[in-house]
């Protein structure tokens, strides 16, 4: 287990805050690394995978338009996605993940490993583009561990 992954646990636990997180390229794996920890239900209250557009559509209430003008992978889509699981979940933080895990996918604008994270709480919020090295799997886990780092900062 990382380190980073049992200091949020710690942290959200002694200051009684909530989570939910809202997961496209990284597939479910802040959640997994997040519920490996006994005890995690204190603070760990819903995570959606919405993959494909229609996912955040459907779940997330992002507007095919929106998807359309920014693109899946955008700024403006990791916030749309970290807001709208905060208030669907009704927690006091909202994880967004997406990006391009690869092996393809990318593009010379937005390469594989371009992954944007966003975060929100009720007063604040952090977004970042990330460009991760390695293969799917490494930029999969690199983009989880890089979200709950971001996460320290706002707790």
């Known amino acids: 287990m990382q380190p980073i992954v049992l200091k949020i646990h710690k942290l959200l636990i002694k200051k009684h805050k909530t989570l939910a997180v809202a997961e496209s390229s990284t597939g479910g794996l802040l959640s997994k690394l997040l519920t490996d920890i006994p005890g995690s239900s204190k ?23 929106f998807i359309a003008k920014y693109g899946a992978v ?19 933080f909202g994880i967004g993940i997406t990006g391009i895990a690869g092996p393809g996918g990318g ?49």
């Open 43 to 65: 603070y760990f209250t819903l995570a959606v995978v919405t993959y494909s557009n229609r996912a955040k559509k459907t779940i997330l209430k992002i507007p095919s338009s």
């Open 74 to 92: 955008s700024y403006e889509t990791a916030q749309r996605m970290s807001k709208a699981i905060r208030r669907l979940a009704k927690t006091d």
């Open 107 to 155: 593009s010379t604008r937005k390469p594989k490993g371009t992954v944007f994270i966003a975060i929100e709480s009720k007063n604040n919020k952090i977004c970042q583009k990330f460009k991760f090295s390695g293969g799917r799997g490494a930029v999969r886990r690199k983009a989880a561990l890089k979200a709950l780092e971001l996460l320290r900062v706002l707790i």
